[in-house]
Antibody
Framework: EVQLVQSGAEVKKPGESLKISCKGS????????IGWVRQMPGKGLEWMGI????????RYRPSFQGQVTISADKSLNTAYLQWSSLKASDTAMYYC?????????????WGQGTLVTVSS | QSALTQPPSASGSPGQSVTISCTGT?????????VSWYQQHPGKAPKLMIY???QRPSGVPDRFSGSKSGNTASLTVSGLQAEDEADYYC???????????FGGGTKLTVL
């Protein structure tokens, strides 16, 4: 069974750094793109960016370029989303999802989400 | 690149059909046959319901169907059931620079 399991909820202060994780299992982790999606409180879904763990090819939606860093450790079957200096506006639920691309383009399997709260 | 446009709400009685629209541009919905639809119940992760405009993943009831005409895609839910009440989001490929884009979401209420 394909599964993505995300790290637990985080409460941070503005200016702090954070790295959340997404561990894949049940498939060849290096052969599929992993994407990150933001959902701010009471709002819709937003594409953030994707990574191909096989070669760490990383792409960002323009609005998230420079705001976050996406990385992966293929030896651990884990993708990461990190911030160097959090802002209150980063408060949101963050989902990772497996992206099927080339000949198709959609997220077929989602993690359970990681709630990030940034508050002083 | 703006979000795709969806109606904020839609509703129907059990057994009825409802259609949710998703309007983009020739740079996303109209330019590729890569429209997908996701269902999200409160407090849950999204779930893929339709991909590549009209394809249904294994396990999704055939009451759910998708289509596209020009820059507008549609999701139709036939034979509405109580468990269909959820938020629905469309998404489209938007080119190699913009990757993907979601719609603003539609809250479907089963009356």
């Amino acid at each position: 069974e394909v599964q993505l399991v995300q790290s637990g909820a985080e409460v941070k202060k503005p200016g702090e750094s954070l790295k959340i994780s997404c561990k894949g299992s049940g498939y060849s982790f290096t052969n599929y793109w992993i994407g990150w999606v933001r959902q701010m409180p009471g709002k819709g879904l937003e594409w953030m960016g994707i990574i191909y763990p096989g070669d760490s090819d990383t792409r960002y939606r323009p609005s998230f370029q420079g705001q976050v860093t996406i990385s992966a450790d293929k030896s651990l079957n884990t993708a990461y989303l990190q911030w160097s200096s959090l802002k209150a506006s980063d408060t949101a639920m963050y989902y990772c999802a497996r992206l099927l691309w080339f000949g198709e383009f959609h997220f077929d399997c989602w993690g359970q989400g990681t709630l990030v709260t940034v508050s002083s | 690149q703006s979000a795709l446009t969806q109606p904020p709400s839609a509703s129907g009685s059990p057994g009825q059909s409802v259609t949710i629209s998703c309007t983009g541009t020739s740079s996303d919905v109209g330019g590729y046959n890569y429209v997908s639809w996701y269902q999200q119940h409160p407090g849950k992760a999204p779930k893929l319901m339709i991909y590549d405009v009209s394809q249904r993943p294994s396990g999704v009831p055939d009451r759910f169907s998708g289509s596209k005409s020009g820059n507008t895609a549609s999701l139709t839910v036939s034979g509405l059931q109580a468990e269909d009440e959820a938020d629905y989001y469309c998404s489209s490929y938007a080119g190699s620079n913009n990757l993907g884009v979601f719609g603003g979401g539609t809250k479907l209420t089963v009356l």
